[in-house]
Every structure is written in C-alpha cells, then in structure tokens.
Nanobody
C-alpha cells in the first residue's frame, strides 16, 4: 500500500507564493508519474502539473510560467512551487502517484485572498 502525505498549503495574498510538498511511502513499484491536481468548490478536479519518470513535466495552461514541479527520486517526493498566485488558484490540491495503480493524497487547502 502507498501513502501520500501533502504539506505546505495555507492562506496567501494575491501575488504571493507557496510551496507544496508530497511524500510517498510504502511499497512502491516503478513510478510512472507523480504530480498535482486541484479541485475548487463546485468544480471538477483538474490537472495542475505532472512529473513523469522520463524527467519531463506538463502543466495546465492556467499555471504555466507561474508554477514549477520538481521531484526528488531518492526520497519519492514531489514539490510544487507556486508563484504569482491568483484568487482563482484557490482550491484543495491533491498529490497523485501512478505506478501499477493510481494513488491520491488527502489534499491540502490553498487559499489566495484578493
């Protein structure tokens, strides 16, 4: 079983920055990708950024140029540096890991005040 624990969420002002981290533990097979999704109130969960085992990453158009995803392979962690935050970035952010199965963290709240 794989556990994902997120940290780093919180309240920040418009234009501010936050850094999210996600640590994976347990019996982990070969990882295809790790990354982040988010879900705002009344909306569907949406992709934010993924870091693939190939070393490549992809981002939602809405966060390109503002967010940066990185991964520490040795520690099985993935981080999301979020700069120039906007009120529309307010959501619960979920860490995900895909190996043979897909796993999700509990989520961490990010609130950006205007």
């Amino acid at each position: 079983q794989v556990q994902l624990v997120e940290s780093g969420g919180g309240l920040v002002q418009n234009g501010g920055s936050l850094r999210l981290s996600c640590a994976a533990s347990g019996t982990i097979d070969s990882i295809n990708f790790m990354g982040w999704y988010r879900q705002a109130p009344g909306k569907q969960r949406e992709l934010v950024a993924l870091y693939h085992s190939s070393g490549t990453s992809n981002y939602a158009d809405s966060v390109k140029g503002r967010f940066t995803i990185s991964r520490d392979n040795a520690k099985n962690t993935v981080n999301l540096q979020m700069n120039s935050l906007k009120p529309e970035d307010t959501a619960v952010y979920y860490c995900t890991l895909r190996s043979r199965l897909e796993y999700w963290g509990q989520g961490t709240q990010v609130t950006v005040s205007s």
